[in-house]
């Protein structure tokens, strides 16, 4: 998966590659300082790079072994097989038909659990998705072209000459219909049955990149799945990185790998994210918070491989989870004749195939592996693939087409294959020593983690490939130590069940307490109402009976944030927070200025057009302005002509135009051009207030209160600023906190410093406390006015970005009542809801 796929698990010719950052441009000093990109895709990081050993400073580094034995899979306190609630799950996915298989075993085994499971994905899968009995909604995005750029570019950095051809551009067109389209298959209607739909939890494979984002702006729980490491850790680099030798420690240049991958990532498609988020009435995300926002919110991962194959990293916390592979159920096969006789004519074969890889010189890759399997004195089924792999006949060879890997992989001796997380899965649960030829992504890691285990050779990059490599590797794993250690992974495997750990840490990882309806406790909650002080949690179907029976008024309803997101721009020190701060501000007012330039300058250019001449009858006018009053007997339209007794035009053809009256014209131009004026005056004016009222002095503030972080002390967490409420709370908390402990630090840190190292540590105290004093109190003085400034502009733009949320109320109260028809509650149990609800407040009363 990811940059080299996830292939079909078990399946031939359907493995392709998912496209994670499709389209990353060079970003310059970033690009050229920490990496270059190898011939198989792999970013290869230079650790002495001055923005390599930043990352490395920032780093907290944990001091644990991992050459201990990882933790538990599963917290036995916390083992969660089911769910108490039936919950409305889409599940996004981005990349091949090899990427949606395992979900769609996924999908089936949730609705066992009594969800409803939809399954968000390209086009060109409704077929495969609904013959599998699960919902489905189409996301945009042609597979095979993301594939075909992956192939033409297998990196992080697209070659030169695709970008002068354009693609990047049409593939971040690409992604960002993507990105609506999974917004929109968590909110609307199915397109097929039209029963509504509202998503109650997202599961996503990180190339889909919309997971986080749509989350945060419904206000429900997210869950990670992917078949590659995509969490920092000091175990092992990322899959798409190649380290360079340096004087870095290697476990903190495996973490560092993670920060520069997703570094790059976020340069190629933050753009497109953030113009995005926009449009559902989210924030953008800041450049310094994109790259790791999974990371940051601690988002749930399950990580779909083998624990016996991949062991979990020690410093992995406990919100991810390594579960196994995902395997189907096996499809049934009938192998042909001559398939038959060819396996009972002689020992089990090798099989060699690399699926849907498409290679320049098919003829060249068939030679080389028809000689080696000539050399090494095996018999050998080669898959045609999409190269068309089909050499001369030979009595010790098959050329096979599609057929199932589950069945195939029986009845060989060892596999050779790409590389593809799910051909290495089923090539091992069947107990065959596996050769992998990694051509790009993600593959390499797959060929090390099994040569580490013993169960194949070092992988041979495929620029590497020739028939005497090819010869040793298929050697190597008809030695009894690869057969012994497959067997032995085998093993494991068989008594691992993927999809169904995946399913209970899905569950495990659910805020089942934020998530219960005070009504129906086996519903979840979705909505709240507000009553005074009092607040009430409540289901679709509990709100779909208060309302009939005029209970609640809908005007109090508010969405029940199960899983509130919230974005925070992190502060380092007071320096570099205002510094940013500030030169974001200048630059939008910047952009402001130049719009107040250009945008009239466009719309003169747009009125000057013969074709917006012809159209500007239909302009609109600016409010206030003499076209605005205009009578409307002077707007004749093309009925009005046609139908007049009064006056006579002629006939309007081809080639001819109606046009306006010059004067009338050149009002609406000029009025045009006033509007883009003052829009731009508007955003100038409106950039400049927040910037030196609000983000700078809220960049002071958060500096300054960090500064303590760096000798140790952990500032205190306070929460989000969302609404001018919560601005006012963190405001008044952090400034009597910060009074307080910079005052008390003077005496009380050299006091606690001298009993923990004496004289010394009394000295060191007395800095500490000086440095509290310093920046404590100013954070606090200043946070006094920011933080509550902060939040009346949250306040404010919540109020003028509220389509979405006005979407989201629509969807939630049209699917509360389709819920609730299919429900069928009876009369004593409506009564039970009514009367529950009554007590509620009674008892909220009493109290």
């Given at each position: 998966m990811g940059a080299s796929a996830h292939p079909g698990i078990g399946e031939e010719q359907v493995e392709g590659p998912t496209p994670p950052p499709?389209?990353?441009?060079?970003?310059?000093?970033?690009?050229?300082?920490?990496?270059?990109?190898?011939?198989?895709?792999?970013?290869?990081?230079n650790l002495e790079s001055k923005i390599a050993r930043t990352l490395a400073k920032i780093i907290d580094l944990q001091q644990e072994d991992i050459q201990n034995p990882p933790p538990d899979y599963i917290d036995p306190t916390k083992q969660v097989t089911s769910c108490e609630f039936n919950l409305s799950i889409v599940i996004q996915i981005v990349g091949s038909r090899g990427d949606v298989q395992p979900f769609i075993a996924l999908g089936n085994a949730l609705q066992k659990h009594g969800h409803r499971v939809r399954i968000a994905t390209h086009d060109v899968f409704a077929d495969f998705v609904h013959e599998s009995g699960l919902e489905f909604f189409p996301i945009g995005g042609d597979p095979a072209e993301l594939m075909a750029f992956m192939v033409k570019n297998p990196g992080l950095i697209p070659q030169m000459k695709t970008l002068r051809a354009g693609e990047v551009q049409r593939k971040q067109a690409m992604v960002a219909t993507m990105l609506d389209g999974c917004w929109r298959s968590c909110i609307e209607d199915d397109p097929m049955t039209k029963h509504p739909f509202v998503a109650d939890a997202i599961i996503a494979n990180p190339p889909s990149f919309a997971h986080v984002h749509c989350a945060q702006a419904l206000g429900i729980p997210v869950h990670l799945m992917f078949t590659m490491p995509w969490s920092s850790t000091k175990a092992f680099p990322h899959p798409l990185a190649n380290l360079n030798p340096s004087s870095m420690d290697p476990r903190t240049a495996n973490w560092v790998s993670y920060g520069v991958v997703e570094w790059l990532t976020w340069q190629g498609l933050g753009d497109v994210i953030n113009r995005w988020r926009v449009s559902i009435d989210l924030e953008p995300v800041p450049?310094?918070?994109?790259?790791?926002?999974?990371?940051?919110?601690?988002?749930?991962?399950?990580?779909?491989?083998?624990?016996?194959?991949?062991?979990?990293?020690?410093?992995?916390?406990?919100?991810?989870?390594?579960?196994?592979?995902?395997?189907?159920?096996?499809?049934?096969?009938?192998?042909?004749?001559?398939?038959r006789e060819f396996l009972q004519g002689g020992p089990p074969p090798v099989y060699i195939g690399f699926g849907s890889i498409v290679v320049d010189d098919p003829q060249k890759l068939i030679d080389t592996v028809v000689t080696a399997v000539v050399r090494a004195g095996v018999r050998a089924i080669i898959s045609k693939g999409w190269s068309g792999l089909v050499?001369?006949?030979?009595?010790?060879?098959?050329?096979?087409?599609?057929?199932?890997?589950?069945?195939?992989?029986?009845?060989?001796?060892?596999v050779v294959h790409h590389g593809g997380a799910g051909t290495t899965a089923c090539g091992l649960q069947n107990g065959r020593p596996t050769a992998i030829v990694p051509f790009f992504g993600d593959q390499p890691f797959w060929g090390n983690m099994v040569a580490r285990a013993g169960a194949g050779p070092k992988p041979i990059p495929f620029s590497s490939?020739?028939?005497q490599t090819l010869t040793a590797a298929i050697q190597f794993c008809l030695t009894p130590e690869a057969t012994e250690a497959a067997r032995k992974l085998a093993i494991k495997m068989q008594t691992e069940s993927g999809v169904t750990a995946a399913v209970e840490s899905f569950h495990r990882n659910l805020p089942v307490d934020k998530m219960r309806c005070n009504l129906m406790p086996n519903q979840v909650a979705v909505w709240r109402y507000k009553k005074g002080k009092i607040n009430v949690d409540l289901s679709n179907a509990a709100v779909q009976i208060l309302i009939e029976h005029q209970k609640i008024d809908e005007k109090r309803l508010?969405?029940?944030?199960?899983?509130?997101?919230?974005?925070?721009?992190?502060?380092?020190?007071?320096?570099?927070?205002?510094?940013?701060?500030a030169t974001k501000t200048g630059s939008s007012m910047i952009g402001s200025t130049a719009d107040m330039v250009y945008n009239p300058y466009k719309e003169y250019k747009r009125g000057r057009s013969p074709k917006t001449s012809a159209r500007a009858l239909q302009a609109p006018a600016l409010p206030g302005s003499p076209?605005?009053?205009?009578?409307?007997?002077?707007?004749?339209?093309?009925?009005?002509?046609?139908?007049?007794?009064?006056?006579r035009t002629p006939s309007v053809g081809p080639g001819h135009e109606i046009r306006p009256d010059g004067s009338r014209n050149g009002l609406l131009v000029a009025g045009s051009m006033l509007g883009a004026t003052m829009k731009g005056f508007g955003k100038f004016t409106g950039t400049y207030f927040k910037g030196v009222v609000v983000?700078?002095?809220?960049?002071?503030?958060?500096?300054?209160?960090?500064?303590?972080?760096?000798?140790g002390e952990t500032p205190k967490d306070y929460?989000?600023?969302?609404?001018?409420?919560?601005?006012?709370?963190?405001?008044?908390?952090?400034?009597?906190?910060?009074?307080?402990?910079?005052?008390?630090?003077?005496?009380?840190?050299?006091?606690?410093?001298?009993?923990?190292?004496?004289a010394l540590g009394a000295v060191k105290g007395f800095a500490k406390g000086t440095i509290g004093l310093a920046t404590k109190v100013p954070s606090a003085g200043i946070g006094l006015v920011a933080y509550p400034f902060q939040g009346i502009t949250k306040s404010i733009e919540a109020v003028f970005r509220s389509q979405s949320r006005k979407a989201i109320v629509k969807a939630r109260l049209k699917n509360g009542y389709y819920e609730t028809s299919r429900m069928q509650l009876t009369d004593e149990e409506r009564r039970e809801i009514l009367q529950s609800f009554d007590r509620f407040f009674w008892s909220s009363d009493t109290r």
């Open positions: 499709y389209s990353l441009v060079e970003d310059g000093g970033l690009v050229a300082e920490s990496g270059n990109v190898q011939g198989d895709g792999r970013i290869e990081v450049a310094t918070e994109g790259p790791s926002l999974a990371e940051t919110l601690k988002i749930p991962y399950t990580y779909c491989w083998s624990p016996a194959l991949v062991p979990k990293p020690q410093d992995w916390p406990d919100h991810i989870d390594v579960c196994g592979f995902f395997f189907r159920d096996p499809p049934s096969y009938s192998p042909p004749s001559e398939l050499g001369s006949t030979n009595p010790n060879i098959y050329y096979i087409g599609d057929c199932p890997h589950e069945w195939l992989f029986q009845h060989v001796a060892a490939l020739n028939f508010q969405f029940h944030l199960i899983n509130p997101i919230i974005i925070e721009h992190r502060r380092w020190d007071p320096l570099t927070g205002m510094l940013a701060a076209l605005s009053r205009e009578p409307s007997s002077t707007r004749i339209s093309a009925s009005d002509e046609t139908n007049s007794h009064n006056c983000d700078i002095p809220h960049a002071a503030a958060e500096g300054f209160r960090q500064v303590p972080r760096l000798y929460g989000g600023v969302q609404d001018w409420k919560s601005g006012a709370v963190v405001g008044g908390r952090n400034f009597v906190d910060g009074m307080s402990d910079g005052f008390t630090g003077l005496f009380t840190q050299p006091v606690n410093g001298a009993k923990e190292d004496g």
